[in-house]
Every structure is written in C-alpha cells, then in structure tokens.
Antibody, heavy 117, light 112 residues
Framework: QVQLQESGPGLVKPSQTLSLTCTVS??????????WSWIRQRPGMGLEWIGY???????YYNTSLKSRVIISVDTSKTQFSLRLTSVTAADTAIYYC?????????WGQGILVTVSS | QSALTQPRSVSGSPGQSVTISCTGT?????????VSWYQQHPGKAPKLMIFDVTKRPSGVPDRFSGSKSGNTASLTISGLQAEDEADYFC????????????FGGGTRLTVL
C-alpha cells in the first residue's frame, strides 16, 4: 500500500523559505511512470496545484508560483521536497504531497504551515 | 491558470441523487479525458473518487459516477448517504507543461 507523509516546520517567518519533505513508502519513486506532486489548500479555500516532479528530475510548476518554487527528488531516500521562497501570509496553507498521473492518489495527510513573525 | 467553476453548494435527502458540475474550457475539461473528482471530509486529506472522467478506483462505491459533455464534467452521487456529506473538488489535467493543473473551487454537499 502506497503511503506518503509530509514533514517540515509548521511555522515560517515572512520573507523566509518554506521547506517541506514528502517520504514515500510502499512504492518505488522511480517506477511506473508516476509524477510526484505538491498541492496546497489555503484556509477555507480550494485546492491549488503547486507543481510536480518526475524521478528523472523533470519538473512542472504552477505559473503563478514558478518564480518562487523548487521541487527536487532524492531517489535514494524515496523522498521529494518543496522549497517556496520569499513567503508571505498568503502562503499559509495545508500542504499536501501526492502521487500523480492524470489524477492524484494517494495523498499525504497534509501539514499546516503558518507564515507569521 | 484558471480555476474550474463549480457550484458552491448542493444538497439532497438520503436516498436521492445529486449532480455536481465542473465547467472549464477546451484547454482543460473539454480537451482531454483526464477529469478527476475528490472527496474531502473536514480535517482530512482529499480522496480520489473518479478519474479519467468516468473510472472509479477500487473501493469507491458504484453510487459515484462521472461524465462529461463539452467543457463541463459532472459527478453524480446516487442513493445519497449521510457519510457522503463532504466537499467535492474536480480537477482537469490538460497541457500541463504550459497550462498547469487546475482544480475547481469545491462544492459543499449537504445531506439533509
């Protein structure tokens, strides 16, 4: 059974960098043609796709976040990571990682990241 | 990229059927058969309910069905049950490399 788990700081100061890691278990991060995604949900709002990465390192990003986002993969650790720079209060959200093809499944449980001084 | 358009809320009584619409453009919903639907209960992660417009993952009841006509996709839930009360989001993979992956704004389903 494939499982994903987000980890990282729950509080980030404005203008700093948000860094999260997603650990994948029960599946190979290099197999079967899947992409590995980050998605966020701001308080009381809908879902926003941030971007995804293929195990080879190929990435695709949401154009509205592209200048601040880096997604990377560590195949030896079956992990992939998100870095979001120059954060503001508007980046406060629950961040989810998910396995993706033309859909997202499964999802991690999510991690709340608050941007505040 | 633009979000897909969903009604903010729908409701129905137990045993009834409800349909949630998801309207996009020819660049996403209308252009590809990659519409998916997600159910989210409060405080929980989204769960895949429908993928590739009409397909159900293993374990999803056949009360849930998907369809598409033109630029509008639909999720129909028949034989409503109390546990179906949740938020539902649609998503449409398209030309990701220059368009991204839009989600709908979400629809709150209330079982009366």
């Amino acid at each position: 059974q494939v499982q994903l788990q987000e980890s990282g700081p729950g509080l980030v100061k404005p203008s700093q960098t948000l860094s999260l890691t997603c650990t994948v278990s029960g599946a190979s991060i290099t197999g079967d043609g899947y992409y590995w995604s980050w998605i966020r949900q701001r308080p009381g709002m809908g879902l926003e796709w941030i971007g995804y990465i293929y195990y080879s390192g190929t990435t695709y990003y949401n154009t509205s976040l592209k200048s601040r986002v880096i997604i990377s993969v560590d195949t030896s650790k079956t992990q992939f990571s998100l870095r979001l720079t120059s954060v503001t209060a508007a980046d406060t959200a629950i961040y989810y990682c998910a396995r993706s093809e033309a859909w997202f499944d499964p999802w991690g449980q999510g991690i709340l990241v608050t941007v505040s001084s | 990229q633009s979000a897909l358009t969903q009604p903010r809320s729908v409701s129905g009584s137990p045993g009834q059927s409800v349909t949630i619409s998801c309207t996009g453009t020819s660049s996403d919903v209308g252009g590809y058969n990659y519409v998916s639907w997600y159910q989210q209960h409060p405080g929980k992660a989204p769960k895949l309910m429908i993928f590739d417009v009409t397909k159900r993952p293993s374990g999803v009841p056949d009360r849930f069905s998907g369809s598409k006509s033109g630029n509008t996709a639909s999720l129909t839930i028949s034989g409503l049950q109390a546990e179906d009360e949740a938020d539902y989001f649609c998503c449409a993979y398209g030309a990701t490399y220059d368009y991204g992956v839009p989600f709908g704004g979400g629809t709150r389903l209330t079982v009366l």
